[in-house]
């Protein structure tokens, strides 16, 4: 058997090669034929149940990633691989159109500018329950890590005795200069000393002689709220998430029953007189409109969020102002309260 010349492919024909000869030539009718059951299969391949499965598929990944951007826009173009993810498994041909998304990786996330919620001041508590967009039902669950925060917090704060006198642990400093510039006084501002306990220690009252006058405000959780519930592991996400980064000391809920005990405990240990409380104020509303201003003023004014990103991060800056807007929302639900008491030494 010869085999045909290999070196000049232009002029060699089939009918050259010695392996081909044998076959007869192919005819129009067969490649006709041919043809057209290509044509057969992968139109039957496209109709499929199969295919048709695929398709439903895509368009319902499509709705689905449509209904999420109404809640959180991604900072580039194209949506994190991790949301498109969860997005494919929600929209699935079985699933119930549900899209459950982790909230923790949501809020890092947000901190690390890789998506940014459309609104800021977003309920986070009505979002855990589902928020309905277009037949998909959109929510976040908590993961065990922050399950495992807020319990670590609301023991300290059961406990708050063990933790010193004054409630603060000892190997952070006594205060985190950037906490300051978001803690404010509500209540207004009387002749002695002044001291917001979330942000400073009871130790930095500087004076506990007779006559003198002191004004003490403390964020706390509202006593309505079921201990170990979803609703309490939320109103604790602002004391977790200023805690995770912070060079200072733990901010915790304080209960106005502790708060007095400290004062009992701060007039014993000086012996210098007793402090009398005055007045018990519940100051929610104007916290609440104190840190929405705060909130407009980190996002709007430019000068003022180009000296925060400068000295402390553009992390930073994206952390503090999703913490204030979920406090607002928070305080504005009843959930976070603020109090403020006046007393003073006799």
Request: hydrophobic share 45%; proline share 5%.
């Amino acid at each position: 058997m010869e085999f045909c010349s290999t070196l000049n492919f232009g002029t060699t024909t089939w009918q050259d090669c010695a392996f081909l000869g044998d076959f007869p030539p192919f005819s129009k009718e067969l490649v006709c034929v041919s043809g057209l059951l290509v044509i057969i299969f992968f139109a039957f391949l496209w109709l499929s149940p199969w295919t048709r499965s695929h398709k439903e598929d895509q368009a319902r990944s499509r709705a689905a990633l449509r209904a999420l951007l109404t809640i959180i826009t991604p900072s580039c173009s194209l949506w994190p691989s991790r949301y498109t993810k969860f997005v494919k498994n929600s929209s699935s041909i079985h699933a119930n159109d549900r899209i459950a998304l982790p909230l923790d990786m949501v809020i890092q996330d947000v901190f690390e500018g890789v998506i940014e919620f459309r609104d800021p001041l977003i309920d986070l508590v009505e979002l855990t329950s589902g928020i309905q967009i277009n037949g998909w039902t959109i929510c976040v669950y908590l993961e065990w890590k922050m399950w495992v925060d807020a319990m670590e917090i609301w023991l300290c704060h059961k406990a708050d005795r063990g933790l010193g006198m004054f409630g603060w642990p000892t190997s952070r400093s006594l205060v985190d200069p950037f906490r300051l510039l978001f803690c404010p006084f509500v209540a207004g501002r009387s002749s002695g000393d002044h001291i917001n306990l979330d942000c400073q220690p009871l130790s930095s009252i500087k004076s506990v002689e007779p006559g003198a006058r002191l004004t003490l405000e403390f964020s706390s959780l509202s006593m309505g709220i079921r201990p170990c519930s979803v609703t309490h592991v939320l109103a604790l996400l602002p004391f977790i998430l200023c805690s995770r980064d912070s060079c200072g000391p733990l901010r915790r809920p304080r209960q106005l029953s502790r708060v007095l005990d400290m004062l009992g405990a701060l007039s014993q240990a000086t012996k210098q007189g007793n402090i009398v409380v005055r007045s018990a104020t519940n100051m929610s509303m104007l916290y609440h409109q104190e840190l929405l201003r705060l909130h407009e003023r980190i996002s709007e004014k430019g000068e003022f969020r180009k000296m925060l990103i400068n000295a402390f991060g553009i992390r930073r800056w994206r952390q503090q102002r999703f913490c204030l807007a979920l406090e607002a929302v928070l305080v504005r639900r009843g959930l976070i309260e603020k109090w403020a008491i006046e007393a003073s030494v006799e």
